[in-house]
């Protein structure tokens, strides 16, 4: 969380830092002069600026969220499987655009930023590497969450596989 107020003795130690900081920037003038300027946001105390030093997410990321997500994404894994078992017959029968994943709303939730960093920074899912993942909408979320629903189903039948039943059942649930 970015903080309203700073001691006086907490805005000496960050402007110290930054100032270091920009002195081991060598040439990169850019990146010296930036943290030239928090070192003076901090050391003058210009609240309203803080947001321009704390740049750290606002809130944790709950475990929840975390799992969930990476649910959706295992999810997605096992749908593509399934779809590669089908004949073309059936994929064309299929309304597969409806499951298709798109993302999550970067504005309204963290499963965004979670997928983002699990995607780009730690290598998973790479068959989304290439995505815009901001889907702009918070309704991708619902329709993953019924979907998951359907998964949960065949897991309940000890099946971990979906097979063609379950993505006719995933794009009549949405």
Same mark, same amino acid.
Request: charged share 35%.
């Given at each position: 969380?970015?903080?309203?107020?700073?001691?006086?003795?907490?805005?000496?130690? $960050?402007? =110290?830092?930054?100032?270091? %900081?920009?002195?081991?920037?060598?040439?990169?003038?850019?990146?010296?002069?930036? #943290?030239?300027?928090?070192?003076?946001?901090?050391? !003058?105390?210009?609240?309203?600026?803080?947001?321009?030093?704390?740049?750290? *997410?606002?809130?944790?990321?709950? *475990?929840?969220?975390?799992?969930?997500?990476?649910?959706?994404?295992?999810?997605?894994?096992?749908?593509?499987?399934?779809?590669?078992?089908?004949?073309?017959?059936?994929?064309?029968?299929?309304?597969? &655009?409806?499951? +298709? #994943?798109?993302?999550?709303?970067?504005?309204? =939730?963290? *499963?965004?930023?979670?997928? +983002?960093?699990?995607?780009? &920074?730690?290598?998973?899912?790479?068959? *989304?590497?290439?995505?815009?993942? &901001?889907?702009?909408?918070?309704?991708?979320?619902?329709?993953?969450?019924?979907?998951?629903?359907?998964?949960?189903?065949? #897991?309940?039948?000890?099946? !971990?596989?979906? &097979? $063609?039943?379950? %993505? +006719?059942?995933?794009?009549?649930?949405?």
């Amino acid at each position: 969380m970015i903080p309203k107020q700073l001691s006086i003795v907490e805005r000496q130690i $960050l402007a =110290n830092q930054f100032e270091i %900081l920009s002195k081991l920037c060598g040439e990169d003038e850019y990146s010296a002069r930036d #943290f030239e300027k928090k070192s003076e946001i901090v050391k !003058y105390g210009y609240t309203g600026e803080y947001s321009e030093v704390f740049d750290v *997410h606002i809130d944790e990321i709950p *475990h929840e969220i975390c799992r969930e997500t990476n649910e959706i994404l295992n999810m997605y894994r096992r749908i593509e499987t399934a779809k590669a078992k089908l004949s073309d017959d059936e994929k064309r029968q299929l309304d597969l &655009n409806k499951i +298709k #994943f798109e993302g999550f709303d970067a504005n309204n =939730n963290s *499963h965004y930023h979670y997928a +983002k960093y699990m995607i780009e &920074n730690l290598d998973k899912w790479q068959e *989304h590497k290439e995505m815009y993942l &901001n889907s702009h909408s918070e309704f991708p979320l619902m329709k993953y969450r019924k979907m998951l629903a359907i998964q949960e189903k065949a #897991f309940s039948e000890n099946r !971990y596989e979906l &097979n $063609l039943e379950d %993505l +006719k059942e995933m794009i009549a649930s949405i």
